[in-house]
T-cell receptor, first 114, second 112 residues
Framework: KAGVTQTPRYLIKTRGQQVTLSCSPISGHRSVSWYQQTPGQGLQFLFEYFSETQRNKGNFPGRFSGRQFSNSRSEMNVSTLELGDSALYLC?????????????FGPGTRLLVL | GESVGLHLPTLSVQEGDNSIINCAYSNSASDYFIWYKQESGKGPQFIIDIRSNMDKRQGQRVTVLLNKTVKHLSLQIAATQPGDSAVYFCAEGLNYGQNFVFGPGTRLSVLP
């Protein structure tokens, strides 16, 4: 079974631009979570999607948004990019996103904002 | 490779020795805990998990210990190998949700 895949792997943008990142979960997994990883803040939860609905949300500004499609694939969007948005963005999937299930992470998308 | 954290606590162990990585968690209501391993340039990889109704769980070469009284979690790696070199994260969560909170991570360096 293929793991979680994320595209693109690397991305360079300039301040003020917007970016869309894509995540394909493990086949059969319906819950997709997004995380931001930076050296200073570590791993921080952005949001979780299940059945095309945002079910949980972390403490990030409204510039960070996402969506999930009927095939469970998910995208996250960051608008009006800031230098501080430079980070590794990780996607993780699990079966139902309930009761202590294990999340499986993708390799991440490395975003650099100039 | 990509740097996960520039100023992480580092544990250096000799190849073949046992490693113990510690983690203090923050929420006394957390009832599910996971240890992840992250190698340079890769996403976190699941190692082992434990629920709050247990205080010890063993896997292959790894053992997780949970002390709820002092909100402390540890990961023990037996006979540490060069391939164990990575950053290790603990994560805590509530049984009903998926917004895990991650610790800052510990860099394990295995010396030949």
């Amino acid at each position: 079974k293929a793991g979680v895949t994320q595209t693109p792997r690397y991305l360079i943008k300039t301040r003020g631009q917007q970016v869309t990142l894509s995540c394909s979960p493990i086949s059969g997994h319906r819950s997709v979570s997004w995380y931001q990883q930076t050296p200073g803040q570590g791993l921080q939860f952005l949001f979780e999607y299940f059945s095309e609905t945002q079910r949980n949300k972390g403490n990030f500004p409204g510039r960070f948004s996402g969506r999930q499609f009927s095939n469970s694939r998910s995208e996250m969007n960051v608008s009006t990019l800031e230098l501080g948005d430079s980070a590794l963005y990780l996607c993780a999937s699990s079966l139902e996103g309930s009761g202590g299930e294990t999340q499986y992470f993708g390799p991440g998308t490395r975003l650099l904002v100039l | 490779g990509e740097s996960v954290g520039l100023h992480l606590p580092t544990l250096s162990v000799q190849e073949g020795d046992n490693s113990i990585i510690n983690c203090a968690y923050s929420n006394s209501a957390s009832d599910y805990f996971i240890w992840y391993k992250q190698e340079s340039g890769k996403g976190p990889q699941f190692i082992i998990d434990i629920r709050s109704n247990m205080d010890k769980r063993q896997g292959q070469r790894v053992t997780v210990l949970l002390n709820k009284t002092v909100k402390h979690l540890s990961l023990q790696i037996a006979a540490t190998q060069p391939g164990d070199s990575a950053v290790y994260f603990c994560a805590e969560g509530l049984n009903y949700g998926q917004n895990f909170v991650f610790g800052p991570g510990t860099r394990l360096s295995v010396l030949p």
